[in-house]
């Protein structure tokens, strides 16, 4: 089947992810465009196949929430929640997205070509981000696993009560959360950097030029000796 | 959850297009808003340097939109001595006074305790109603209205109770108004520290607090930018918080944006909503600077 067009003046977004979700969605080969999302919620939310879809224009809330395999694009900006929970696959908003851009993301790829606002990355547990722009506060809280790449500054709180998940930041850092620490660039390092950028078409970047940011490992254990000092 | 929308259109001829524009701009935030809605609207201020407009609700009188205005107006003549002007739709007056305009809301609130005191100033017209902001927009024909600017609000009620006077905007002193997504933990602590100054609260609803504090600040002397300031300091709780003046709109959110706000601006307007889905009908929008303003930032526009 050749490209697929929606217009979201003309049908629900409710026609959209039921086509998306169905068999005869799932076995659709070409590109699916969505016009005019006029930034309702949920599109593409949900998806189980590889399929490729182009939102041309601003998303509402939980774009492409929970994605599977798929590979989708905002042209414009994304609500809250782009990308939450996404397991495998590809997400990449041409915009700037709103706060909780990739919340516990397991797998996949979520690029950010402008800002993200606070709390991107939250609660991380495998997923990759790239943000071409700055993240927000308290971005990748109690993040797990996987990896985030910001390009622009980093607001209050980067990475606070982080577990295994590891942050790199080019710009400025406002404040580290808790438990969180600058630690030096490894080769590794620069070469997980160097391939994300690449894959997020970033590669003006240089590894180089980016800080690590990972745990102390201090509060993975209760420590009766602290006083309730972090 | 509540819904926020603000337009300010930045070139005079445009003026006319504030109702065309804004009414599907409060309506597309029904969801977030569906009990009660309402907005405030600013238009060149009364040439008389001495009058001023209330606005008045009628809606929780006996009579409610069949009240008898002119009654009321023949009366508040006679009180204040000089030609009071009408314009009456459904529930809502706006009566236009020349004489002491604080002694002439005294008048009306004891003419009938019911009737609920809306707004004052110069320029400001301020409408509230429980209802689908639909049928709000409706019964007081928003989509003709005209003006330099407006905030409107659609309500999910959290902090008290749905009724018209809990409805946003809230309203102190003369061409101020406010509007509020969130919930804020210290309003009766901000009471408790304006009461004392004479300062008299209409409901139990926490927005008013906010209001009244921004208010009071600037009557003593703050500019809006120095007033919010201190909001920032004072104010406890999730926030995305219009206010409306005579001549500027400003925006503001809590340092953990826990409530949402999307702004786009082009040569005509600058539009704000809680969410982009209230921005999409605007003219020439897909050109618009579409951003989303940061917390604890001042965001100032000058009608």
């Known amino acids: 089947m050749e490209g697929l067009n929606f217009d979201l003046r003309q049908q629900s977004v409710r026609e959209l992810n039921q086509f998306l979700h169905s068999d005869a969605g799932k076995a659709s080969s070409g590109t699916i465009e969505v016009h005019h999302p006029d930034g309702a919620h949920s599109i593409a939310a949900g998806l189980n196949a590889p399929l490729k879809v182009v939102v041309h224009g601003h998303a509402g809330y939980y774009a492409a929430g929970m994605n599977m395999h798929a590979d989708i694009t905002i042209e414009g900006s994304a609500g809250t929640g782009v990308a939450e929970n996404m397991m495998s696959g590809r997400v990449h908003v041409k915009g700037f997205a709103s706060n909780s851009a990739g919340a516990s993301a397991h797998g996949g790829l979520l690029v950010i070509e402008g800002n993200a606002a606070l709390r991107c990355g939250i609660s991380l547990k495998g997923g990759n981000i790239v943000v071409g722009g700055s993240v927000g506060s308290f971005s990748a809280f109690m993040a797990q696993a996987g990896r985030m790449v910001v390009c622009g500054d980093a607001g209050d709180g980067l990475g606070d009560s982080l577990y295994e998940a590891v942050l790199y930041v080019k710009g400025s850092i406002k404040s580290l959360g808790a438990d969180a620490q600058l630690e030096p660039m490894g080769a590794q390092d620069l070469q997980i950097v160097t391939d994300l950028l690449a894959q997020a078409g970033m590669s003006q970047h240089r590894a180089s030029d980016f800080k690590r940011v990972a745990s102390k490992r201090e509060l993975y254990h209760w420590n009766a000796d602290a006083n309730q000092e972090y | ?303």
């Open chain 2, 1 to 303: 959850m509540c819904g926020i929308i603000g337009l300010l259109i930045k070139k005079p001829a445009l003026r006319s297009e504030l109702g065309r524009w804004m009414t599907p701009m409060l309506i597309g935030m029904t969801e977030r808003g569906p009990d009660s809605a309402g907005l405030a609207v600013f238009s060149d201020p009364l040439n008389d340097e001495h009058a001023r407009k209330i606005s008045v609700y009628s809606g929780l009188t006996a009579l409610g939109a069949g009240f008898n205005w002119h009654a009321l107006v023949a009366a508040l003549e006679k009180q204040q001595g000089s030609a009071v002007t009408l314009q009456t739709k459904d529930n809502h007056a706006i009566i236009t006074v020349t004489g002491d305009p604080v002694q002439a809301q005294h008048f009306i609130k004891a003419y009938d305790p019911l009737l609920h005191l809306l707004s004052l100033g110069r320029s400001i017209d301020l409408y509230k109603d429980i209802g689908m902001p639909a049928v709000v927009a409706q019964r007081y024909d928003f989509a003709h209205m005209s003006g330099s600017h407006v905030v409107g609000h659609t309500r999910m009620a959290t902090e008290s109770a749905v009724t018209p006077d809990r409805a946003h905007p809230f309203t102190a002193g003369q061409d101020f108004c406010m509007v509020h997504n969130g919930s804020l933990s210290n309003p009766y602590q901000i009471r408790r520290m304006l009461e004392p100054r004479g300062i008299k609260f209409d409901t139990d609803n926490d927005t008013e607090s906010a209001c009244r504090f921004i208010e009071w600040r600037m009557r003593e002397g703050d500019d809006l930018k120095t007033a919010l300031e201190t909001g920032f300091d004072e104010l406890d709780g999730f926030y995305t918080l219009l206010m409306g003046t005579e001549n500027q709109l400003a925006l503001i959110r809590d340092p953990f944006a826990c409530k949402p706000a999307v702004i786009a601006e082009t040569d005509d307007y600058v539009a704000i909503a809680s969410e982009f889905r209230s921005l999409a009908h605007l003219p020439d929008i897909d050109h618009a600077y579409v951003f989303e303003p940061a917390p604890q930032e001042m965001y100032i526009w000058k009608a």
